[in-house]
């Protein structure tokens, strides 16, 4: 009889527990190089990066080489979202975001603080970045794929998220433009005096034809 008292009493103190102290967790998944996905449990901070694609025109957690390439100077626009999935307000959520190599930052904060996240509460930042001149990417790589990491903490608190991009490294053929200045000058002088003088010579030996056959 205590045994069944003790069992239901730890029952009854366990419901509670799970009651008042509820155990809030998100799952995020990111998508590794090749397709393969892993996904981890995080705690009540939530973060997600997500990349606009030009084609489709919206945003998705990654893009691959069959999707759009971007190219020397072209901007992407990467999304950022910080969730608070517990019950209690976070003062400070700190932000950091580290851009792969063959991007430089054109617009927004790579590193930036939320203060007083609610629960439930989502915050949206926008980071703009340019891909490096062709003259910056390996020759030898004429299509390669970067992938940008963002992570949030607060409060013991922390999650991270990636978003895959692919660039493409193409350089414009050179335009060949008729040569200016006073060499070009010079070999347009030239020409039309040789056009003259073959003219000059075509006419007089027509002349003394002409003269010739008169006399006779």
């Given at each position: ?21 509820p ?35 919206t ?38 975001d ?20 609610a629960?439930g ?17 390996p020759a ?14 607060a ?39 040789a ?10 030996n027509t ?6 056959r008169?006399?006779?």
């Amino acid at each position: 009889m205590k045994l069944k008292v003790l069992i239901f009493a730890a029952s009854f103190a366990a419901c509670l527990l799970l009651v008042h102290f509820p155990v809030n967790a998100s799952v995020n998944c990111v998508t590794q190089y090749g397709g393969a996905q892993i996904c981890t449990t995080t705690g009540q901070l939530q973060i997600n990066k997500t990349v606009w694609n030009p084609d489709s025109k919206t945003f998705v957690d990654n893009l691959s080489l069959t999707d759009h390439l971007f190219l020397s100077g072209e901007i992407v626009v990467f999304d950022i979202s910080v969730k608070n999935t517990g019950d209690a307000t976070f003062d400070t959520v700190s932000v950091s975001d580290t851009l792969p190599t063959f991007l430089q930052l054109a617009s927004g904060s790579l590193n930036y603080t939320i203060n007083n996240l609610a629960p439930g509460a989502t915050d949206l930042r926008e980071i703009r970045v340019v891909v490096v001149p062709a003259s910056q990417i390996p020759a030898s790589q004429t299509t390669l794929c970067v992938v940008n990491n963002v992570t949030a903490t607060a409060d013991g608190s922390s999650d991270h998220d990636s978003s895959q991009v692919c660039l493409q490294r193409k350089v414009l053929a050179a335009q060949i433009l008729p040569p200016t200045g006073p060499a070009g000058s010079l070999f347009f002088l030239l020409g039309i005096i040789a056009l003259g003088s073959t003219g000059l010579f075509f006419s007089k030996n027509t002349l003394l034809l002409f003269f010739r056959r008169g006399v006779k």
